[in-house]
């Protein structure tokens, strides 16, 4: 007699022997999982046949790109990194006067002062008394000039960095005096300029060996925002107290106009040096 159980999975089947003795049962059993294992096996014997087969004889070549190519993408990145630097940390800018003499050699005939001005500090701060600063001169300071657009600016600027070109006329470098709210006159009777009634303790004027004599000016306050500046070459420079138009207020500079900070005179290399921030009003400190 035979038996046989069928379902999705599994068949068994028991047949008794022949002859006389106990029935010992024979089965087969098939399952899902028999034919999974089956399956892994032909899968792996595959994944190996395909791990050692050999890899293609012939290579295709990245092409190398011309020396000009990359020669313009090196000069694209330099000039890139160029610009972001100068309009958001520093710029080297050239002091084409004597206004600033000695303290910065601006005159005829000698090697005029390249100096480095950074951006950063004044992102934080407004400028104090004894600061040199660079501005974009207002109206009445560039005769209604106005700047140059930002290309043309900065190719003027490179340019004149290694003398190709003239420096922009809208730039101005000069001594912060006094802030907003201060008031100036000239002068106490030892020629000295005074801010709030005090007079003023100024180490670097630079008199050309003559007396210590100022031009007088008329006693002015200086309007909130502004800033009042002047030359270290106190008789040969054309600051605020010339600019005053149409009032003496209007003399003074607003710091929204304000470039940066000069720090550093980058050249001549034998005039490198940091720039003195003495403030005048305290003594220097």
């Not at 090697?111 to 950074?118: A, M, Q, R, S, Y």
């Not at 309007?223 to 008789?235: I, S």
Request: proline share 8%.
């Amino acid at each position: 007699m035979s038996h046989r159980v069928n379902d999705d999975s599994s068949t068994w089947e028991t047949t008794p022997p022949s002859g006389d003795g106990p029935a010992e049962p024979t089965s087969r059993f098939s399952t899902s999982a028999s034919r999974a294992s089956s399956y892994e096996d032909r899968s792996s014997r595959s994944s190996a046949y395909e791990e050692e087969a050999p890899e293609p004889r012939f290579r295709k070549k990245k092409k190398k790109q011309p020396f000009w190519k990359e020669l313009l993408v090196i000069f694209s990145v330099a000039l890139l990194l160029t610009v972001v630097i100068q309009t958001f940390v520093a710029r080297v800018f050239v002091i084409p006067s004597a206004s600033m003499e000695t303290t910065l050699h601006g005159c005829t005939g000698c090697v005029n002062d390249k100096v480095l001005v950074e951006k950063i500090t004044y992102l934080f701060n407004d400028p104090r008394p004894g600061d040199v600063i660079v501005f974009r001169g207002p109206p009445n300071w560039t005769g209604g000039q106005e700047p140059p657009n930002f290309v043309v600016g900065t190719l003027q600027d490179l340019g004149s960095m290694v003398n190709l070109s003239e420096p922009s006329g809208t730039d101005f470098i000069k001594r912060v005096i006094a802030v907003g709210g201060q008031t100036v006159e000239c002068c106490d009777d030892q020629g000295r300029v005074m801010v709030d009634g005090k007079p003023l303790d100024e180490p670097y004027l630079n008199f050309g060996g003559g007396p210590r004599q100022q031009e007088a000016f008329e006693k002015v306050t200086v309007p909130a925002g502004k800033l009042w500046v002047m030359g270290d070459n106190r008789n040969n420079s054309s600051d605020s107290r010339k600019h005053g138009d149409p009032t003496p207020a209007d003399g003074a500079i607003p710091i929204s106009n304000v470039v940066g900070k000069a720090r550093v005179i980058v050249i001549p290399v034998g005039r490198w040096g940091t720039i003195s921030d003495y403030n005048p009003q305290t003594g220097g400190k």
